[in-house]
């Protein structure tokens, strides 16, 4: 199976590395992407938004020949709930990790905008969202962070297709139960609606974080393979 990995803000394709060879060993094909604009100054930046964070999702699925599963972290959720909108004939399954389903029009968030992008905050900025990553983690993941194009985290996402609700969407949420995170989203209304309209939605806790795949990217890989192997199970 063609797995396509989104990363969170921030990050580019290397921070799926730890996490990717234990899926080519199940004998997936993960395709782990950067998003345009990560890293560039706003005079490359300024005009990107989320639109195209999808748009370069949606030509990885049609570049590959069979259905493919997206795995999308935090603010990557949301790109791969979009491009499984614009999709959703080849979309086998969404997991999204430490994120939920963004209903229509949703954005991420508001970021300190610097010269013209939105740079890392840095860690204190997570308080307890970080607290399983220890000083080396820390370190080595704010020395490769990227800033990101300003638009992004701000810009609305576009959802038109319903047929979206009929793929499969499993949560990995970091520290959070299923219990707690539907008591969650019945306090954010239009999320807890769009969840409530796809026809499979289930939330696996991992035990971690908000960024498993750099504190537990073993854990987080074999249930990223759980979750494939239950879409080929059903395909069968």
């Known amino acids: 199976m063609d797995i396509i990995l989104v990363p969170g803000f921030w990050l580019d394709a290397s921070s799926w590395d730890q996490v990717s060879p234990a899926l080519r060993d199940a004998g997936h094909r993960p395709l782990p992407l950067t998003m345009p604009g990560v890293g560039a100054p706003a005079s490359d930046s300024a005009s990107l938004g989320i639109a ?9 699925i049609d570049a590959c020949s069979a259905p493919v599963v997206l795995v999308g972290h935090s603010g990557g959720g949301n790109v791969v709930w979009a491009a499984a909108d614009q999709r959703p004939d080849r979309v086998s399954r969404v997991i999204l990790v430490d994120t939920v389903p963004p209903p229509p029009g949703a954005a991420v968030s508001e ?25 080396e983690v820390r370190a080595r993941t704010a020395a490769a962070a990227l800033s990101i194009p300003a638009r992004v985290p701000t810009d609305p996402i576009a959802l038109e297709d319903e047929r979206r609700h009929r793929i499969p969407v499993t949560m990995l949420s970091g520290d959070a ?28 806790r991992v035990g971690s974080g908000h960024w498993p795949q750099f504190s537990q990217p073993e854990r987080l890989a074999r249930l990223i393979i759980a979750a494939v192997d239950r879409t080929e199970h059903d395909e069968r």
């Not at 195209?52 to 990885?60: E, F, G, M, P, R």
């Not at 239009?190 to 026809?199: F, L, P, R, T």
């Open 52 to 60: 195209d964070w999808v748009a370069t999702t949606v030509a990885q």
């Open 177 to 204: 139960d299923e219990q707690q995170v539907r008591a969650q989203l019945a306090e954010w209304a239009s999320y807890a609606a769009e969840v409530a309209a796809i026809e499979s939605f289930e939330v696996v």
């Open 111 to 135: 970021f300190e905008v610097v010269d013209g992008v939105v740079p890392f905050p840095g860690w204190d900025f997570f308080e307890d969202d970080a607290a399983d990553l220890d000083d």
